[in-house]
Each structure stands twice: as structure tokens, then as C-alpha cells.
């Protein structure tokens, strides 16, 4: 359970110096001597934080200094201290950036954290991401690890040192507070502290995903996820001996795991999984602005639908034998249409043909035929289809669809279409239960507004939106293929500024009478910064800090070059329609959004 791409050795060494110096001891993390995690001083930091909340826009830590400043050097420090325990976990926030906060705020009381410290040392690495909700819910989340610490400093010194090392018991205790489950830093520590029981999942949907995935390996009822979660891990090093199993790398990680990052129903993050929508539909949309992955999500996503139905049907024992059939069924079973202003009825359903004597037939178009090939093997002897329908608003779609229209909602119903083959026989259509159709959609072509109503009600509409966490990704991952000799760690935090602006722009691009959300900015128009950067760099890059962004914040070479070469001239398509002077004074200004300075936590 501790397996990792790191060197986590430090970080799990933190976590227990924080059971015996702060749990079972008033002592410090940092200081030695100290007593900072005193029941008095966690009521104090309650009352100046979490009794105190400030719900304006300015960062996290601007806003921490304001409620906790003054509140004297104890309070500071143990601050301080919350947000290590709050950083040893994340591996998406890089260790310079870790540093930086817990040095500021330690600067409050003249303090700061020496390099050679333990939890410095900590910081350089990460047992697992927390994405993109564990920094926008910061708040929450320290609100929540002292209300834990005090529960825990109310229980007495018998209970704590049983509960202390005993998996169960601390559980109990954590999940006393109210809706723990929901806060990420409940999972991490939970693993921090009992690595060898509790997964290194961080997030309560990824735990219910992987307890439904690998729900027949769980006998009886279990109640409590994290005995089901310790259940499938003991069945499943039975069925794979001798590898180091983890349910973020293969062959786990694609039985269970679909990306959900910025994927939201009108607006608001899903509880529910894609693929669960979907295996209910049969049908969703994918739609956004241009650039938010939504071709990428819909072919994770039809991986997914076989993967799931493989595991369901071949038992997980057969499934991990059969991964090269599967492979190939995905290869085989998804269908990837791209459609255009010229694609039609005839194209998709059937259409009027010469035949070979001169005279004129009706023969199948796409989709027949894609259902004929699919039906060549019995339904219990196959595993699912699924048609991509790409860009479905470039074309008509209620004409395309003719006939399938009612079918998408009357499964395994046969009609006749109004027409004959050159033998006179009627042509059928029927779609089967096993055929999933996935369509994506680009806000600036169409609205949903201008689907009609029918068509509508007949799939399930998922919204795309820019994800932060996509980007910083996507760039990490080019960033590292690049081997420029400067390691991502000490850029990352220059990346995330660029994400923040990049909301920020969206922002205004959402909010404006001239835009909307339709024209927000995709995380892909920002991936060219990295080849920017590299430029910049040179071949010997020696620059320490200030990749993207000076000291005063404002934007680098780099990031000006993907303003005046990829967002400025799309914006300028977008507003296309207005008169010169409204169109410069509104570039202007979202110029100065995204290239004026930024914070970030």
C-alpha cells in the first residue's frame, strides 16, 4: 500500500513524529521542546479561523495572515504546523512551493523552517495527487484538521494511545467529526498514519468507484468502505501474486479509474461517475468550449465502457488473463464518427443508389451496417460497442438521425424504414442494448438551446469546462519529456500562476456582455507555453525562479507569446462582429486580466 513513484521514506517518518509529538503529546512538528498542539492554543486558532471565516476572493494566505496575524506567535506556529500536516500527502504541489507557504507563515512570528528539517526534507516529494479540489477547498480542509485535533485532545490519554495505533479506532475518532468522508485530508491521513491499512486514495468518490468495480470480490456485507477497500486488495494479490499492486498503476487503475476533472451537469461537479451515467443512458453529450478534451474524455470514456463490462462479465480473475483480448476489443469496438456540415440521413441511415442493372435501390448507410458487424456474434458472447459521434453539432442532427431517433430510447425495438433494398425486402433498424453512443459538442457552433427539445431529452448532457489541474498536468508531462536539465519542481508553481490566470480570464469571459461562457479558453490553446519556454530557456537554461512570471508577477516572454499568438487572435475571431474600437477596448481588458499579476496559494 505505501508503493509510490517516489521516495516516500520522509514523509511517512513525518507522519509518525506528528502521532507522537502532536497527537499523544502537546509537542511541536517543527519546534523541539515546544508545546503547540496545547488544547488552549487549538481553541484559540478555532476561534480566529474557523469561527472566523473570510469568504472574499483574495488568496488563502492573504486571507490567514488577516485571521491569524495578530493572534500571537503560539497560534502562528501551530498555523504553521496545520499546514504541513496539510502538505505531506499532495504530490501536485511541488516541495519549493510547500516550503514557501509554511515559511511565510512562519515569518508572522519570526520563525521559519530550517532546509535540513525533516518535513522540509518531506516536502520534496508526495505520496499521491490531490487535484485540483484540495487547493480551491484549502479552507475547508485545515477547518477540518482542527476540528479533528480538537476532538482528538478531548478523548482521554487511554483512549488516545489505543486509538493512536490502532486502524479502526482511529477511524472512529476521525469520522466523529461531522462529514468527514467528504474531506480529502481525512483519507491521507488515514494512510499517512495506518499506510499498511488504508489505501493512498485521497478522495471518497475514487474509494466508491474502485469497491464498485471490484464489487464481486467483496463476500458478505461489509459496511465500512475502508474493510471492503482492505478486501479487494487481499483478493486481488491472491489473483495477481508477486506484483506490487497499486490502484493508480496497471493492471488495477484501468478497471476503475475515468477522469472527472472539470466535467460537471449545468454548471455543477458530478457526485456521479461518467461511466454510471452513461451504463444508465446509453447515451450522453460531452460539450464546452473548443480545447476543454472532450474528443480525449469520450475515448477514455468508451475504454472505460468495455473495461467495466469485461470485469463484470469475465469475473476479475478471467479479466486479468484476458487483458490482450480486451485490448483488442477496445481497439476493435469503438467507432469514432467525425462529422461535418455535409453529412447527412443518406450518409448515416440509408439512401438511393444505382444498382448494378441501372435502376435505383435503397441501400444501408453507416449505422446499419455498424449494427450488422456488431450483431455477427450473439449479445452474451461480445462485449460492448460504443460510436463516437464527434463534433455532432456541425451537421443536422435531427435530420442524420431520422429514424434512430425514437430508438435511442426504445432499445432492441425494430422498425421498418421507408424503403425497400433492390430485392424488394423491407429495411430494418434496430439498435441494441449493447451499443453506447458518446457525442461531443462545441458551444461556439451550436447552443443546446438550438438542439430541439426531443432530441434533448434523449441523452444525458455532460459539461466540459477549462480544468487547472488538466493543464499543470498536460504541461508537466511535456515539460518532462523535454529533458531541458531544470526540474519540474522548480517551474510548477510559474504553471499554476498561468492556470490561475487563465480562470481568472475565464472569468471575465463568462461574466461579459459581449462573450459568455460558450467562448471561455480550453486548457489546450495554453500548452504551446511550455515550447515557448524552452525557447526562452535556451539550450543551457540557468535560471533559478521567474520562468513565466517576474517578480512583480506580470507576465514573461513566453507567456505574452501565448496571449499574442493563440488567445488574443481566438478572442479577436470571437468578437469578430463588433466595430474596431469595442472589439480593442475589449481585448484591452482581458489582456490586462491575463497577463496582469497574479496570486496564487
Not at 496575524?69 to 511541488?94: H, K, M, Q, W
Request: with cysteine; proline share 4%; hydrophobic share 40%.
Amino acid at each position: 500500500m505505501r508503493y509510490s513513484e517516489n521516495d516516500t521514506t520522509k514523509i511517512y517518518q513525518a507522519a509518525d513524529d506528528f502521532r507522537e509529538r502532536c497527537l499523544l503529546q502537546d509537542g511541536s512538528l517543527i519546534f523541539d521542546g515546544a508545546n503547540v498542539w496545547r488544547s488552549d492554543i487549538l481553541d484559540r486558532i478555532h476561534k480566529a479561523f474557523v469561527g472566523n471565516p473570510d469568504e472574499g476572493d483574495r488568496s488563502f494566505i492573504e486571507k490567514f495572515k488577516d485571521q491569524i496575524g495578530t493572534a500571537g506567535d503560539e497560534v502562528i506556529r501551530l498555523a504553521a504546523e496545520l499546514l504541513c500536516v496539510y502538505f505531506l500527502f499532495p504530490s501536485n504541489v511541488g516541495g519549493t512551493r510547500k516550503r514557501q507557504l509554511v515559511n511565510e507563515i512562519l515569518s508572522w512570528a519570526g520563525d521559519n523552517l530550517p532546509e535540513n528539517h525533516l518535513v522540509s526534507s518531506a516536502f520534496s516529494t508526495g505520496i499521491g495527487s490531490g487535484g485540483q479540489g484540495y487547493n480551491t477547498r484549502r479552507y475547508a480542509e485545515v477547518a477540518f484538521l482542527i476540528e479533528f485535533a480538537r476532538r482528538w485532545k478531548s478523548i482521554s490519554p487511554d483512549k488516545q494511545q489505543a486509538a493512536a495505533f490502532d486502524p479502526w479506532q482511529f477511524q472512529a475518532v476521525i469520522d466523529d467529526i461531522e462529514d468527514a468522508d467528504s474531506k480529502q485530508l481525512r483519507h491521507m491521513l488515514l494512510h499517512l498514519l495506518f499506510p499498511d491499512r488504508f489505501e493512498r486514495i485521497a478522495s471518497r468518490n475514487h474509494k466508491r468507484m474502485v469497491i464498485s468495480a471490484f464489487s464481486q470480490l467483496v463476500v458478505g456485507e461489509i459496511l465500512n468502505e475502508e474493510r471492503q477497500i482492505l478486501t479487494i486488495r487481499s483478493e486481488l494479490e491472491k489473483l495477481l501474486p508477486n506484483q506490487e499492486l497499486d490502484f493508480y498503476y496497471p493492471p488495477l487503475v484501468e478497471a476503475w479509474y475515468e477522469e472527472g476533472e472539470g466535467v460537471s451537469v449545468e454548471g455543477a461537479q458530478i457526485e456521479d461517475a461518467p461511466l454510471e451515467i452513461i451504463q444508465h443512458k446509453k447515451q450522453i453529450v460531452l460539450y464546452g468550449p473548443p480545447g476543454t478534451g472532450k474528443t480525449y474524455r469520450a475515448k477514455r470514456l468508451a475504454e472505460r465502457i468495455i473495461r467495466s463490462a469485461a470485469l463484470e462479465i469475465m469475473g476479475p480473475s478471467e479479466y486479468f488473463r484476458s487483458q490482450s483480448k480486451i485490448d483488442e476489443a477496445i481497439k476493435d469496438n469503438v467507432h469514432r464518427l467525425q462529422l461535418h456540415p455535409a453529412y447527412s440521413y443518406e450518409d448515416f441511415i440509408r439512401a438511393l443508389h444505382i444498382s448494378n442493372n441501372g435502376g435505383t435501390e435503397y441501400r444501408t448507410g453507416y449505422l446499419p451496417r455498424l449494427i450488422e458487424d456488431i450483431e455477427r456474434l450473439p449479445c452474451d458472447s461480445r462485449l460492448p460497442h460504443v460510436l463516437i459521434l464527434d463534433e455532432m453539432n456541425r451537421t443536422d442532427l435531427s435530420r442524420m438521425l431520422g429514424e434512430c431517433f425514437s430508438l435511442l430510447e426504445d432499445r432492441n425495438q425494430t422498425i421498418e424504414l421507408p424503403a425497400r433494398n433492390g430485392d424488394g425486402a423491407a429495411l430494418n433498424l434496430r439498435i441494441p442494448d449493447d451499443l453506447f453512443v458518446i457525442g461531443t459538442m462545441n458551444l461556439i457552433d451550436q447552443s443546446i438551446e438550438q438542439i430541439d427539445f426531443a432530441l434533448r431529452r434523449r441523452f444525458l448532457w455532460l459539461q466540459c469546462r477549462f480544468s487547472s489541474e488538466a493543464l499543470v498536468s498536460i504541461a508537466k508531462s511535456k515539460w518532462n519529456e523535454l529533458q531541458l536539465g531544470v526540474d519540474w519542481d522548480r517551474v510548477e508553481n510559474d504553471f499554476r500562476k498561468l492556470a490561475m490566470a487563465t480562470a481568472n480570464l475565464n472569468k471575465e469571459i463568462h461574466n461579459s456582455q459581449l462573450l459568455g461562457s460558450q467562448y471561455e479558453i480550453g486548457h489546450t490553446y495554453l500548452l504551446d507555453v511550455v515550447y515557448f519556454l524552452r525557447k526562452f530557456l535556451g539550450l543551457r537554461p540557468t535560471r533559478k525562479h521567474n520562468y513565466l512570471w517576474n517578480t512583480k508577477g506580470e507576465a514573461l516572454e513566453p507567456v505574452s507569446r501565448v496571449w499574442n499568438l493563440s488567445l488574443r487572435p481566438l478572442l479577436e475571431q470571437y468578437l469578430a462582429g463588433l466595430e474596431d474600437d469595442a472589439r480593442n477596448i475589449e481585448l484591452e481588458r482581458l489582456s490586462s486580466i491575463f497577463l496582469k499579476p497574479t496570486m496564487i496559494d
